[in-house]
Every structure is written in C-alpha cells, then in structure tokens.
C-alpha cells in the first residue's frame, strides 16, 4: 500500500476503542529510524523522495516544546518549535520537503524532557510514528471549525496582518504556526477573497530569517513607486522578533503572492524591549507616509517618504485610556460620520491584558491627526471599546477598501484561554467583516461598528429555527431575552434592558466552558440610546451580535456540543436567514 498518512486516517485509527500509536503503526507502515543520543537528543537523518512531500511530526499538546534544528549540506537552515509526541498522539503536522529535495536533510531534535516525570520510554511515541508522506490532508473539519468565518487550514492563527484590497481581491495575512496548534513559529500565512466569506488559502507568504520570527505588521500598495521597487508593488512592514525586536521591509511584485525581504533590514530600531506592530499608511495630507508603532503603553508616530526611511514625529498615549495590559496592533485612519458630513480621526489601540472584561481587547481614541501629532478628543480617562464581547482582539483595518469603505477584521479569541479552546487540528477564527463610521453621543464621537455589506448579501432562505451558519435578525420593542439553545440544554441568554441601555450575553451555560476559568461569563455594552434592530451571526462556534445602527458590537466564543436549534424571544419578533450555500 502506498506511505500515506492523512491527518483524517489518524484520528480515525485512533478513535477506535482501545486504539493506540502502536495500532496506527500497524496501518501506516514503517516508520523513519532515529538515533538517541545523549542528554535527550535525537538524530534524524531525511532523504526525501520524488513523491515525499511531507515529514509528518506527531504532536502531543501537553508536552514540552522540542527545538528542531534543521541542518541541510552541513548548515543550519533554520529551528523550529514542536510538541513532539511523547505519551499519545493529538494530530500530525507537516514539514514541507520541497526545498530540501536533493539535498541532505538532517534534523537533530533536542527533547527537553523532564525526567523526574518521563514516564519510562515515552519517547518512543513520537519516534514510532514520524514518517514521509505524498500527502496531507487539509480538508479536515473540525466539529467547531467555523462555516463562514476565516480559519487556518491548519495550524495557530493569531492577528491578522498585513490586509490590503487590491483589483477586487480582499488579501489576508496572519500570525501562523505552522508545526502545531499552540502560539509558536510565527509565519505569515495568507488567503484572498473576493467577499469577504469564502477564504482560498495561498500558503506561507513571509518567513523567519536571520531577524528573528515574523510579527505583526502591515502591507500597503506602492502606486507611486516611492519605495524604489516599482510601481504597484505591495511593501510589508513587520517586527523581526529576535533577540531584541525591530521592524523590517519586505516587498512583492506579484499581487502579494511571494515576498523578497529587503537588504537594508532591520529599518527601524529602538532601545525598548517592546517595540511592534508598524501600520502604515499613505496621507495626502502631508504627501508622504505615516507609520505608527506600539512601544510598550504607547503609541509612536512616523512619516517617510519612501517607506525606508523613518523619521519620529510624535508620541501619544500617556495617561490616556487603559493602561491595565501592553499596547499592540495599531492602526490610524479617518473616518466620516456621512449624515454630518464630518470626519475625524481614530486611532486604534488593541490591548492586552485590560479589556473589559478580562484578557484582551480594542479600544480606541477619536480625535484630529496633522500628520505629526494625533491629538484625543475626550479626556485623558475616558476608555471607548471597539467590541464588548470576550473575543475581539488585534483589530487593524484594510488598506484600499472599494468606495472609501474602513474595514476590519480581529482575531476571534482571547489569550486568557486562546491556546485552551477545544479545538485541536486548527486553533481561532476571524470575526466577520466590520465597517466602521462615526456617531455621537452627547459631547462624545463614536465609532460605529456594522456587519460589512457582503455580510447582507450572503442572507439566504428563511429558516424556521436556528442553524450552524445563520443571522438572527430580533426587531424590539422595548426591554427583551432572546435565548438561543439546543436539545442538551445548553443556551446563550442575551438579555436588553431599555431602561438601563444595556445588552448582554450570557453564555456560561453555552457547551463545553470548563477549559478555562476565565470563559464563563456574561458580557454586558451600553447601547447608546434605544435598541430597535439586532443583528446576530451564528457559526458553529461563535456569537457576534450588533445594533443595526451599529452604536454596538459583542463578539463571543461559544462551544456547544450540538448546534443550537431552538431560539426564543420575549419582547421581539425574530427573522432567521441561512447563511453560506
């Protein structure tokens, strides 16, 4: 039989009563022989064949990180970062052979086992089942794989990165983990598409080098040419994440296909230990480029005129909005409030830990940027959230959205528990698609948050219940319970008091909630005035819920072990559309 191993096959072989890494030997064949050597060391040596794409690598998630150095002719290519199984088998990930076909391969593996509590010859689990392979299976879903929301094919996602619009293609790149499911090995990875619900993933796009892992960053599309690279060509910003962390170039002069990482790198430093995230934007303003960068709990401002060169213009952030975690991700844009006619700038600050209520989340400042100076329209102490649910973090914004448009994409997850959630071959989604505006309330500008378009154009059939891919819409009348559940019990009570202004959503009863202490909960959002219109998209493992006139949003993690069937609602009448084909 041909050397296949599927990452299906696996957790069918192992889902067998009694089945163990020993059984799944038995249907895969032999597998690569390795050397110990001393002090928790292994030897592998590769010959990957015409037909070997893959070295698959069994991960067990509870064991400790094994540094892979991977040494080719005789030098070392790179190291990477995996959970090597050592009592049982989670899945299987890949390590690409192609750039190493031809060439001799050697992986020396150094364990890290605590011995005191190794367990015998547990080792041999992971040595017992590495082996070549012609395939991997990408199509794998999970029962908590979201249907309409982006996720990794597999592997760790974390912030997006990196998004641009571009000849009517919506480009997204994120942080990526190719070699397990846990935070690690930061790649950017990439995927298109042309609305915003259905994802073509494009592969690795960017890279660890000799700078360090890739961090976060951002990508625009050069028109003018000013950085040198020619014209149209896309520029990458990022933090190189080494010893120290700095920021680097990279270019694409294929539509953002693959990436050249420029000569001159690192562009840009500093003496801090926290120094991330560049966001970069063309300003007419000033005709030249604007960059800012999150630096411990503030926020630094840049211009340039080639997108190399940096000069700082301008500090913001103390004493401003909560400082109860470290300042990442930023992000720097108009926007207009289109029935007054009016524009202001905001000033993106995703935070981690301090969010409302706990872990991570976006908050942000309104207020009036001269391409030098941002300066906050509201008092120093005034924090305004972005989204009040648990599960929204890393928010930036695309670059060349069609007509003047301001979308975002965040990560859909936590860090309290991002790394818990009950999911195994792949970990986190994206939120759905969001345009941003302005609204005022008193003496205070907003930002409005709506489902973006595509999100209305993808509606399908009524439903007469709820699906695992729908939108709810609730018209209300005045105070309501809407309450979403399933044949086990298990609900999502959301609740409106039109006295307080207050919606919230309680899903401490939603499914499988005891991997974390800090996931029960009940998250609570001012409303701004009365609440007529919600808007609530359901996917098989979230709960992201919206004012119509967008002076809300609540983005939530549920995991239920079966779809919710059945909605309720007191003080509303609601309509259900089938989402996705």
């Excluded at 067990?60 to 088998?89: C, F, S, T, W, Y």
């Excluded at 190719?178 to 690690?184: D, Q, S, T, V």
């Excluded at 599960?391 to 069609?402: I, K, L, M, N, Q």
Aim: with cysteine; aromatic share 12%.
């Amino acid at each position: 039989m041909k050397r296949i191993l599927t990452v299906m096959s696996l957790m069918a072989a192992l889902a067998v009563a009694g089945a163990s890494a020993s059984m799944a030997q038995d249907v895969q064949g032999k597998p690569l022989h390795a050397d110990q050597l001393a002090n928790d060391n292994w030897l592998l040596r590769v010959a990957p064949t015409e037909t070997s794409k893959y070295l698959l690598l069994p991960v067990e998630e509870k064991a400790p990180e094994a540094r892979l150095k991977l040494i080719v002719d005789g030098q070392l290519r790179r190291n990477i970062d995996v959970r090597m199984a050592l009592h049982k088998i989670d899945y299987f990930v890949p390590l690409m052979l192609d750039e190493f076909r031809g060439h001799d391969l050697v992986m020396q593996v150094h364990m890290n086992i605590d011995r005191s509590n190794r367990g015998g010859t547990a080792s041999e689990i992971c040595w017992q089942n590495i082996r070549l392979s012609d395939e991997f299976n990408m199509t794998n879903r999970e029962r908590f794989r979201p249907l309409y929301h982006h996720t990794p094919v597999y592997g760790w996602m974390n912030d997006p990165n990196g998004m641009f619009y571009k000849d009517g293609v919506w480009h997204l790149f994120y942080q990526y983990n190719p070699y397990g499911a846990m935070w690690g090995n930061m790649n950017w990875r990439h995927s298109t598409s042309r609305d915003l619900l259905h994802w073509q993933d494009e592969g690795v796009a960017i890279s660890p080098d000799a700078h360090g892992a890739i961090f976060s960053g951002s990508c625009v599309v050069d028109e003018k040419n000013t950085a040198g690279f020619g014209a149209g060509a896309v520029i990458a910003l990022y933090t190189s994440a080494g010893d120290v962390q700095s920021q680097s170039l990279a270019y694409s002069t294929d539509g953002g296909r693959t990436f050249t990482p420029y000569a001159g790198n690192p562009i840009l430093t500093a003496d801090v230990p926290d120094f991330r995230d560049p966001n970069m934007f063309w300003n007419e303003d000033i005709n030249a480029w604007n960059l800012i960068l999150a630096v411990g709990q503030e926020m630094r401002i840049y211009s340039s005129p080639n997108l190399r060169e940096w000069k700082e213009e301008s500090r913001f952030g103390l004493g401003y909005g909560s400082h109860d975690g470290v300042w990442e991700c930023p992000d720097l844009f108009k926007v207009k409030n289109e029935r007054m006619k009016s524009e202001k700038w905001v000033l993106v600050c995703n935070i981690n830990p301090g969010g409302p209520f706990g872990g991570s989340a976006t908050q942000y400042f309104v207020g009036d940027f001269d391409g030098h100076k941002f300066t906050c329209n509201s008092d120093p102490q005034v924090t305004k959230w972005m989204d009040w649910g648990k599960d929204h973090y890393a928010t930036v914004s695309f670059w060349g959205a069609p007509q003047g448009r301001r979308t975002v994409l965040a990560w859909m997850s936590n860090w309290q528990y991002a790394n818990d959630v009950p999911t195994r071959q792949f970990r986190s989604a994206n939120s759905i698609a969001r345009d941003l505006g302005l609204f005022n309330d008193g003496s205070e500008w907003y930002v409005s948050v709506k489902p973006a378009p595509e999100m209305l154009a993808a509606r399908g059939k009524r439903l007469k219940n709820p699906a695992e891919a729908c939108e709810i819409v609730v018209e209300l009348k005045a105070s309501a319970t809407i309450t979403l559940a399933n044949a086990k019990g298990e609900k999502v009570l959301m609740t409106y008091d039109d006295d307080a202004r207050i919606f919230s959503m309680d899903r401490t009863g939603s499914g499988e909630v005891g991997f974390s202490e800090a996931f029960p909960c009940t998250t609570k959002a001012p409303t701004h005035g009365r609440l007529r219109q919600l808007r609530i998209f359901v996917d098989r493992s979230s709960i992201e819920a919206f004012d119509a006139e967008g002076r809300f949003a609540m983005t939530n993690l549920v995991f239920p072990s079966e779809p919710y069937n059945s909605l309720k609602v007191k003080g509303g009448k609601a309509t259900i559309y089938d989402l996705i084909d």
